[in-house]
């Protein structure tokens, strides 16, 4: 009776799950940023109490290093991911994009896998070669080399390893990404943030070394990567025998000509969200940037969390797409949309009454009200056109190549004398001024045409 019950319970829940997929998979992504924030509360006060100052920077210069490095596959994940579902849908040529030549269904998944694998392991090797240079070519000639120890260079060296096996782990997450599984891998994600700050801050109080925590933050991501193989497991033994079925050298090239604009892509967003403490930083007063870090980590958390909507919708986009069901695409463009919308509204509404008190707590100065109101423009702007862009990726396109270097290029060069004479509002306003006139709007346009393409197929 007992069993009966649980196995109707779960019945219940995998029926729940299949018919709410952006739902459930929204919620795992925002268990994934709350983990990794209390992971972060944790961990900080921790490091600071128990490395002291001194060795705490070098900790944290190693962490935003690591995380730099990490950019090093280029656009291969979120290529994966696409490709996956479009293998899924069972198709073997799409015409609605450049997909990648499979044999459709789970083979096809099978096959982007192993070509994932097998590029992977070469990112793995690129990536620890790279980590290496970094740090006897940079890091240990750049002013921490008075605080650099021999435990300190042990433990580079051990997230070095790290760096590999996080490489090796994002094939299975290409995996179940792109079967609509996002929420899966949401929630070991943020178990895997809980977990490895705990882990960390016990090694800082346990040994009070940097090598101690390296030591056990790679023991968290060896146990990640064994989550995620787990993960896939079922999937994996059904299909691995056929080892006849490989992608051939033109699809590999084809793929890796894929990546670069999706690479750039993803690469140019994190530089212009990234950008505007950085200018601040070099052209004014450094108290300047306490002030306006506070906000723009703020908003930056808050449109994030509404973006959590948004990427378990992207998978079933590329799937209709490559069906052929063109009206169930376009109802999922649109709704994603509205949706979005209306929470970044919310964001902003929040964000507006939340800054003053948030300021006032932490005793910092406040931020003039233009401020505030540009990192709201800012923040919906990028995240309705960034995800306007995210659509046309997922039905097999990235045009956005050359409009995302400009972005950049504009958003540098009109940063510094915006900054300058303008101060923060200017920095933000060059970020939006840049955005407009390149990648922003390019994405809305090719949006539209993509949107309009599949209501005239339809008809």
Not at 32 to 40: N, S, T, V, Y
Not at 420 to 446: P, Y
Request: proline share 3%.
């Amino acid at each position: 009776m007992n069993k009966d019950s649980f196995e109707q319970r779960r019945t219940r829940l995998k029926a729940f799950i299949s018919e709410n997929l952006a739902l459930v998979g929204a919620i795992g992504g925002w268990f994934e940023m709350g983990a990794r924030l209390a992971a972060a509360v944790l961990l900080i006060p921790v490091l600071i109490r128990f490395l002291g100052d001194d060795m705490a920077g070098v900790w944290f210069t190693y962490q935003s290093t690591i995380a730099m490095l990490s950019c090093v596959e280029f656009g291969l994940r979120r290529t994966f991911t696409r490709e996956t579902s479009a293998a899924i849908s069972g198709g073997r040529s799409h015409e609605s994009g450049d997909f990648l030549q499979t044999l459709g269904g789970q083979r096809g998944v099978m096959q982007v896998y192993a070509a994932a694998r097998q590029l992977f392991s070469t990112v793995s090797f690129a990536g620890i070669l790279l980590s290496l240079g970094t740090f006897h070519f940079i890091l240990a000639k750049s002013r921490l080399a008075g605080v650099i120890t021999p435990d300190a260079g042990s433990a580079w060296t051990v997230l070095t390893i790290e760096l590999a096996v996080i490489f090796l782990t994002l094939p299975d997450i290409a995996l179940l990404d792109g079967i609509a599984k996002i929420h899966v891998t949401r929630m070991i994600s943020g178990v895997y943030a809980l977990l490895r700050g705990l882990a960390m801050a016990m090694g800082a109080m346990i040994t009070g070394s940097l090598l101690g925590i390296a030591v056990c933050a790679l023991a968290v991501s060896l146990l990640n990567l064994a989550a995620f193989k787990l993960a896939t497991r079922s999937r994996r033994l059904n299909s691995e025998t056929n080892s006849g079925d490989r992608l051939h050298q033109a699809e590999f090239i084809k793929l890796l000509k894929m990546s670069l604009p999706m690479g750039a892509f993803a690469t140019g967003h994190y530089v212009m969200v990234s950008i505007q403490p950085v200018l601040i930083g070099l052209f004014l007063e450094p108290a300047s940037v306490t002030s306006f870090y506070i906000p723009f980590r703020l908003i930056s958390l808050l449109n994030t969390g509404a973006f959590q909507i948004v990427v378990p919708r992207l998978p079933p986009f590329t799937m209709t797409i490559c069906k052929g069901n063109k009206q169930e695409a376009v109802r999922i463009f649109s709704n994603t949309m509205r949706s979005l919308l209306l929470l970044l509204v919310l964001c902003a509404t929040l964000f507006l009454i939340v800054t003053p008190h948030l300021m006032e707590i932490m005793k910092v100065s406040s931020v003039p009200t233009l401020v505030l109101m540009l990192l709201i423009l800012d923040g919906g702007i990028l995240y309705l056109c960034g995800t306007c862009a995210d659509f046309v990726i997922a039905a097999g396109k990235c045009p956005f190549l050359w409009s995302t270097v400009a972005w950049v290029a504009i958003g540098a060069a009109l940063g510094v004398p915006l900054t300058i004479h303008f101060g923060a509002a200017g920095s933000v306003a060059a970020v939006i001024i840049a955005g407009l006139v390149s990648r922003n709007t390019h994405a809305v346009i090719e949006a539209v045409r993509l949107i309009k393409s599949l209501k005239d197929d339809r008809r």
